[in-house]
């Protein structure tokens, strides 16, 4: 990976994109959509395999690593997704996000934190005016199995409580039966929902089975009015994947080319060390280019995650290790 660039300042514009003929007309759903996804070229399943483990060979020197660790530790979506969550745990998991680690003076804040709808509102509290963001999950996460009327009324719980970030999950029921238009219709009914709030469509790329598979779901995402597409909710194996955070990269790559608006990517589950944010970089950089290099068009779903960017920054830092004893664990 190059020497760290300034970041883009520009993150998904919600101003509806002027489109080329052929993505208006797939724009319009139903015939025009199924037949613009299937048109679409397949994917060379060996080749991006192969460029995907060639990438993450690449080794990164000690000065540019500590710089690849402060960006991945602003590029993370704190998350808390469990049955057992509590305000309480969602005011912890704030102080860590705000000050990841109060040892070191200078650690970055992350980029957000991610709760539960009915827990939103104690998120927005506990972070006050950090400048951090909300995003919660919605639409009958995990599954994405429910009426379109109570996925609404999700969506609409989060945004009122103050998320400014949704990160809905489609059916992959439907989109598997070909149903595109249903999975396309919705996403459209939450993108309004979310009203100024960003929209990250989770596609749960293992369950959709081939990378041809995961091309359309994102090309299907971007043209409903995705500002993310998202690899996958975390509660499902395998959850992400380099080869098939590639095929997002390429989607928003090729999105930019052909109508000039940027959208962004988040891998989530699975990323758990250093060694791996940083191979997720490197593929960020190269894939999709160094705009991309931002939280505002790049995330990192995780939860373990943190902990252990956070011992690397201080062996980085202190020139030693520091073993998981000296760093907060999430409660």
């Not at 003076?105 to 506990?126: E, H, I, K, R």
């Not at 995705?226 to 509660?235: E, L, N, R, Y």
Request: hydrophobic share 45%; net charge neutral; charged share 25%.
């Amino acid at each position: 990976m190059a020497d760290s660039p300034s970041p883009s300042r520009a993150g998904p514009q919600h101003v509806p994109a002027r489109l080329p003929p052929d993505l208006a007309d797939a724009a319009r759903g139903g015939a025009t959509l199924e037949r613009f996804l299937h048109g679409l070229a397949g994917v060379d399943r060996v080749g991006l395999e192969q460029r995907a483990a060639s990438l993450a060979t690449r080794s990164v020197k000690k000065d540019a690593k500590l710089r690849a660790v402060d960006a991945a530790i602003g590029m993370i979506d704190l998350t808390t997704l469990e049955g057992a969550d509590t305000a309480g745990k969602v005011r912890a998991l704030a102080a860590k996000a705000r000050n990841p680690d109060q040892q070191h003076a200078g650690t970055p804040p992350v980029a957000a934190l991610c709760v539960y709808p009915d827990l939103v509102a104690d998120a927005v509290t506990a972070l006050g005016d950090s400048g951090i963001g909300v995003a919660s999950v919605a639409t009958a996460f995990p599954s994405g199995r429910s009426t379109l009327r109570a996925k609404l009324a999700e969506v609409e719980l989060a945004v009122d409580s103050g998320a400014g970030e949704v990160d809905m999950v489609i059916d992959r029921a439907a989109f598997l039966s070909g149903r595109y238009a249903q999975v396309f219709d919705e996403i459209k009914e939450v993108r309004a929902a979310c009203g100024g709030a960003h929209l990250k469509v989770i596609l749960e790329t293992g369950e959709l089975g081939t990378y041809d598979n995961v091309r359309r779901a994102s090309w299907l995402a971007l043209l409903a009015g995705a500002d993310f597409v998202k690899t996958s909710t975390g509660k499902v194996s395998p959850a992400a994947t380099l080869p098939v955070t590639h095929v997002l990269l390429q989607a928003v790559r090729d999105w930019r080319e052909r109508t000039g608006q940027l959208r962004g990517v988040k891998p989530a589950g699975g990323i758990r060390t250093t060694k791996d944010a940083i191979r997720y970089l490197v593929a960020v950089h190269e894939v999709a280019g160094p705009e991309w290099l931002s939280p505002l068009l790049f995330r990192f779903g995780a939860s373990g995650l943190l902990n252990d960017l956070l011992m690397q920054r201080r062996t980085q830092l202190d020139g030693h290790y520091s073993g998981p004893d000296y760093v907060a664990v999430d409660l």
